[in-house]
């Protein structure tokens, strides 16, 4: 089995006007956390419930968003669709998109249905699975098909 390697980073959220009236000052100043920890990597945020967790990775949901302010899943699929336009060859890439919340799993694609409720399954070697709709994305114009 390969190396494994964890890399900790902290996001730290701008204060709140509320916390800057109340005299908060910020006591770190942040480095690049996109360019330092999400290459090749499997990605989960953790930290008490404001901190931004919801907001690092999918920053707003506003498409025309100024890059700055993206979350980590738009940055991801901009660079991969650049890296995979370079490549200049046919690509089938493959989305799926989960939520587990209070020991639910839901796939967040199956709109009509209103998010599905998966079912996490347990192979005879105790690997565990599910099936989750997968969009297909057009490499060129890089929306579902
Ligand atoms: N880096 C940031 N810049 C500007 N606003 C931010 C940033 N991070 C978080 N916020 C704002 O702080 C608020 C809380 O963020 P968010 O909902 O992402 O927290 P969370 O950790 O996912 O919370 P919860 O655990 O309760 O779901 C939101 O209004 C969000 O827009």
């Given at each position: 089995m390969g190396e494994v390697c964890v890399r900790v980073a902290v996001r730290v959220r701008p204060l709140f006007p509320k916390n800057v009236l109340h005299n908060h000052q910020l006591c770190v100043v942040p480095d690049t956390v996109y360019k330092s920890c999400c290459y090749n990597a499997t990605v989960f945020a953790y930290g008490q419930?404001?901190?931004g967790k919801t907001y690092t990775l999918?920053?707003?949901?506003?498409?025309?968003?100024p890059e700055e302010e993206s979350g980590i899943i738009g940055r991801v699929a901009a660079d991969l669709f650049v890296l995979l336009g370079e490549r200049r060859a046919a690509v089938d890439v493959r989305v799926s998109y989960m939520e587990l919340y209070q020991e639910e799993l839901r796939?967040?694609?199956?709109?009509?249905?209103?998010?599905k409720e998966l079912h996490v399954r347990e192979d005879d070697r105790g690997n565990t699975g599910n099936t989750p709709r997968s969009a297909r994305v057009c490499v060129t114009c890089q929306v579902c098909v």
């Open positions: 419930t404001g901190s999918g920053g707003g949901h506003v498409a025309s968003l796939d967040l694609l199956e709109v009509q249905t209103g998010n």
